[in-house]
């Protein structure tokens, strides 16, 4: 009797146990993996659409104050009392960003530092966001800009933004897909 509940104590797994149990493991791995990436995709849109709307915000608010867009107007030219003088020429992508993260002025010239003429901005505090599907777009060589008045369409796959200072269309510049089916640069 001692021999047989000894024998029952030091009784392991079957191979076809631990079979078992790594083919359940696996087909549970197969089922929750793919929602994670679903996951990581619907949360990169919605920051590329919280992104979109807070430039887009902020480009109306430069243009309610100035008379039109941002990046329409050379940024340079001003006499900074303090600070800086930017230098971006009209319908540059410089102009773009140094109007709206720089102080500026009722002509549109920015400044680093404000006060005195220099009393409006920064629109976008923290710099131009990057785009978040492929982490592009907060360098001024990452900002395509145009001043056609055309409706924007994509130049490529890359990411970044496309920008048109006629119009204040911004979009992403990308001619990929979201998980909805439209493309990035539609939105």
Known sequence: MRNTAL????RGFTLVELLIVVIILAVLAAIVIPQFNSATSDTQEAALDANLAAMRNA???YKAQHGSYPGDKASSGGTCAAGNAATGAADSAQAFVDQLTLYTNAAGQACTQGGGAFKYGPYVRRGIPDDPINQRGSEVTEIRVT???APLTASGSAGGWAYDTTSGQFVMDSNATATDGRAYSLR
Do not use: A, C, K
């Open 147 to 149: 001043s056609t008045g």
């Open 7 to 10: 024998h029952v104590l030091r």
């Open 59 to 61: 480009i109306e608010l």
